[in-house]
């Protein structure tokens, strides 16, 4: 059986610099804060050309973080509208609610599946503060076109960057294309931790400075509270083993974009929609994604056939309990990819030759 994911053997080949890591922290008696959360965030910043990186308990909690920060700088204020991609995965949407903003959904384009500028415009109100383009699957959103409506309407940009570590746009990395950035390092992610992390980067001090505050009880030095803050600080520990896979996170990717490639090329059957690649050189490929309307009748023949797949994601967020006042509203665009979608698998445990199989079972469906 060809498993979706396993994280066992995608996390074998850094095993023991990881065990190293891990035993240094034990031994170095810090847990919060230390220096492995500093080096990290300097590491990550790096990476991302960005001024500032703050580690957070969660990708999640890294959204909530600059939406609260924004909230603190009287940038935004409870009942305010902050424009998010109806087909995004539900954590986007949440960290908006939850931060006692209001979600608007636009919907995506059907080719390339992130949010569809030209659907932007007729959402604006004058409570609209913010767009959260998400970069569906690894491929960045139409960074130009956002960019030009946010600057239009006055707004912020902040991405989130949950699928899409080290994806490049025209020389920029994911993390330093607008205003602030939320990633996760979920351990699924192209860079994922052996539990719950994420960071935000941001080139604005103040806004970092708030995070670090917010993350930390509100506190910028012990025992005083500016903010009314939560804990959702990046863990020792996670940031050591983040820091050992950092360093291998653009060779993964290149693999990833390797297999992806193997999919596109030898994928030849006519009824499958395969991802649109054009001006997508920096694709990260956190998902594989395929699309046909029988989509659950080749999830199974794949299934008979040794492959396991997964549906990112199976009910649109519009449809879930969880927003029950949206159940009625209707987004074609999203209902249609929820049910059509199929992420084969990809990931760097995996070999050439796997690929090459699964193409060719793809290929003898009909
Ligand atoms: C994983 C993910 C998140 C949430 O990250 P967590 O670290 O699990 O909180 C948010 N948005 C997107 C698009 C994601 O894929």
Redesign the pocket.
Known sequence: MVPFLDLKDVNSRYQPEIEEALLWVARSGKYILGEEVKSFEQSYADYCGVKHCVGTG????A?KLILYAYKEMGIMQDGDEVIVPAN??I??IL?VSESGLVPVLVEPDIKNYNIDPSFIQNKITSKTKAIMP?H?YGLLSPIDELKGIAQKYDLKIID?A??AHGAVYEGKKAGGLFGAA?F???PT?NLGALG???AVTTNDQQLAGIVRALLNYGSSTRYIADFKGFNSRLDEMQAAILSVKLKYLDQDNLYRRRLASLYLSHIKNEQIILPDVKNNGGHVFHLFVIRNEKRDKLQQYLLDNGIRTQIHYPVPPHKQLAYKEWNKLSFPVTEKIHSEVLSLPLNTAMSENTVIRICNLVNDWS
């Open positions: 969660s990708g999640l909690d959204l995004t995965y954590a986007t960290a998400v569906l989130d949950a699928q939320a996760s390092f979920y992610k719950d992390a994420g």
